[in-house]
């Protein structure tokens, strides 16, 4: 059994999704590892991680659309402002995704499905450098 | 120490949660590991994990009147409507709960609590035949 | 190679987030594993686990002032009741959230980024002992 770790910088530029399905693959190519469990962890609170349709871009622009609708920018009674109206709703929209994902490896593949892409979900509207870290324990 | 993979395949005829602990707790057993961690993944967009309530069936029938309710069918400004109406809304609602599920294992069980079975949340309403990836790894 | 485990429960005093940042950590160190996966699982459908800002303690009250307008009390069409009226939006902002993060580990700590902290999400109004199980796997 063995493992092995690498940390990738995502570069953002706004609201949407990016996707590092080919990051993933080129660890796990690297790793050496045929069999086992890929871990990709992002390392903030305003973006997120999600695995979604891979084929036709409009499944992400309706993917946005929904989590603006669903988490406004106007909502009046949030607190938290200071660091601009898009951050407590990205920290929200962050809450509502996921910071983790665990993907098992064969044949020295993730076992994503033929649809599968696995992407950065950008929160905030200016650009930022996200930090991920991706993990593969096997043989 | 030891791991091993299994692929099941989970039929379902509509939307709804679909309990699949049993299966679970068999190819923990088969895998002959006693400790270690179990991770499941679910290889769609479409249809995601779910882990809740196992006692009463009213759980579920308002969980999946929450989900219609929060992602209606009836949103008129989605753009990826060419897979049908329910399309677009099960792609947020997978985006919304979880594709993957790690667990510990200890004495050879999942370590789930009294209430807790383990679901497959299928949000489209025609049948499918959904891959669910099982992963194990421990001593 | 080598993993442990270890339980712990978390005494909540209503609805709110429960940092344990600190209970990972020092399980971390006494399991003497410098690089691997760790894995935090919580045992229950009515509370959840979230990994959000930890610096202004604004974020947690817009977070919870969040999931309350999403997911309200007063929600008439709800049928499992039995257990009171915040039981069933507790199960939905439980699988809105997270059951299961998976944080990998470097030089004996985990990756967390610098305002990340690692909370219980209560969704009960009652007092509750929250069971969560924690493994780590590496070297």
Redesign the interface.
């Known amino acids: 059994?063995r493992?092995t770790?690498e940390?990738i910088v995502i570069s953002t530029q706004g609201q949407g999704l990016y996707d590092f399905t080919r990051a993933l693959r080129g660890f796990i190519e690297r790793s050496g590892v045929v069999?086992?469990?890929a871990?990709v962890?992002v390392?903030?609170?305003s973006c997120s991680l999600?695995?979604?349709?891979n084929a036709?871009p409009?499944?992400q622009?309706?993917?946005l659309?929904?989590f603006r609708s669903?988490?406004p920018e106007s909502?009046d009674?949030?607190?938290?402002t200071?660091e601009g109206p898009d951050d407590?709703p990205a920290?929200?929209k962050?809450?509502?995704?996921?910071?983790?994902?665990?993907?098992?490896v064969?044949e020295g593949r993730p076992?994503?499905?033929t649809?599968?892409g696995l992407y950065l979900f950008e929160h905030r509207h200016a650009p930022h450098r996200r930090?991920v870290?991706?993990?593969i324990?096997?043989?």
Not at 50 to 53: C, K, R
Not at 77 to 80: D, E, G, P, R, S
Not at 94 to 104: F, M, R, Y
């Open positions: 059994m493992q770790r940390q069999d086992g469990l871990t962890f390392r903030h609170t999600l695995i979604q349709e036709d409009d499944v622009t309706d993917m659309g929904f669903l988490v909502m009674w949030l607190v938290h200071t407590m920290h929200i962050s809450a509502l995704t996921q910071v983790s994902i665990g993907i098992p064969t076992v994503l499905g649809w599968q930090q870290a991706m993990h324990i096997g043989e």
